[in-house]
Structure formats: C-alpha cells, structure tokens
C-alpha cells in the first residue's frame, strides 16, 4: 500500500475515526463524538491514513507530556516521563489490516515525535480482554515492556509499552 498518503485528521475525518474507533472496541477505548472531537482537539498529532482509493485506512491521536488528559495510561506514562510521546489511539480499517497502514502511522509519529525532541514513544496494548496480534506486530517494531496495569474497575489489564526515539 505504498501509494497511500498520511495527512493530518480534518474536521470532515471524524465521523469514519469515530466508526472505526468503535469497530475495534475493546482493543481501543470507546468513546463518543464529542469525546473523539475534544481528543483531537486537544492531541498535539491526529493522522489518517487515506488508501487510494480516497477512504479512511486508519486514524491516529497522539499526545505529548502537559496534556490536561484524563486517562489512566496516559497518567501513568506522564509519571514516569517528564517528556514523551503517547499513542492514545490507532485503528486501521478491517479491509487495510495487512498493508502495512500501521506501520506507516506508526512511523510518522516515531518521526514526528523525534521532530519535536521527544525521547520516548508509548502505547499500551491490552492483555485482558487479550489483543495478541496487536502485542505482537508492537514487539516488531521495538517496543519494549515497562509493565502492566489495571483500568476501568479492573476489567481490562494493559501491557504498556515504550520505544526509545
């Protein structure tokens, strides 16, 4: 897929972000529109991936340290980081899975955040309910554990994960 193109998330984007958001839950975090709109606005990257034919193949939001951002992962991370680069979210469209659209985005943002003098990028991939693809394909691309913890009332555990930039 490599005639696809990464561009930043318009405003026209957000109703196939959020669709796809949804497709994948539990692996990513639900959220509604309005949450989805105030997560971009606030998120100091938001990528697509646009396939060739001109649709969404992904979405990405991605966060640096400062963010007024409730998440229990990204809390974590900010405790441990004075400076850092946070994937909150990723999705890649069913019919893109395989294409190599993640990497892309995930290249980017190793890319970006590099850009911007951040020394690590962190993401968390969940273990309970498990997501063994997703932990896998984080595996190959460097990332390495710096350890676990529970969410939501202890109904999802997540691996999280950093990548030196």
């Given at each position: 897929?490599?005639?696809?193109?990464?561009?930043?998330l318009?405003?026209?984007?957000?109703?196939?972000?959020?669709?796809?958001?949804?497709?994948?839950?539990?692996?990513?975090?639900?959220?509604?529109?309005?949450?989805?709109?105030?997560?971009?606005?606030?998120?100091?990257?938001?990528?697509?991936?646009?396939?060739?034919?001109?649709?969404?193949?992904?979405?990405?939001?991605?966060?640096?340290?400062?963010?007024?951002?409730?998440?229990?992962n990204?809390?974590?991370?900010?405790?441990?980081?004075?400076?850092?680069?946070?994937?909150?979210?990723?999705?890649?469209?069913?019919?893109?899975?395989?294409?190599?659209?993640?990497?892309?985005?995930?290249?980017?943002?190793?890319?970006?955040?590099?850009?911007?003098?951040?020394?690590?990028?962190?993401?968390?991939?969940?273990?309970?309910?498990?997501?063994?693809e997703?932990?896998?394909?984080?595996?190959?691309?460097?990332?390495?554990?710096?350890?676990?913890?529970?969410?939501?009332?202890?109904?999802?555990?997540?691996?999280?994960?950093?990548?030196?930039?």
């Amino acid at each position: 897929m490599s005639a696809a193109q990464v561009r930043e998330l318009a405003p026209g984007d957000l109703e196939a972000a959020l669709e796809l958001n949804q497709h994948w839950v539990p692996h990513v975090g639900s959220i509604d529109a309005a949450g989805l709109g105030a997560l971009v606005e606030q998120a100091s990257l938001s990528l697509v991936a646009e396939t060739t034919n001109g649709e969404l193949g992904g979405f990405a939001v991605v966060l640096r340290e400062g963010a007024d951002y409730g998440s229990p992962n990204y809390r974590w991370f900010a405790g441990r980081h004075g400076a850092f680069t946070y994937l909150d979210r990723i999705a890649i469209a069913p019919e893109s899975q395989g294409s190599g659209l993640g990497r892309m985005l995930y290249g980017v943002v190793a890319d970006w955040g590099r850009s911007v003098g951040s020394p690590v990028l962190c993401a968390e991939v969940n273990l309970v309910p498990p997501n063994p693809e997703s932990l896998a394909f984080h595996r190959r691309l460097g990332f390495a554990d710096a350890g676990t913890q529970w969410t939501y009332d202890n109904t999802v555990q997540v691996q999280m994960l950093e990548m030196e930039l």
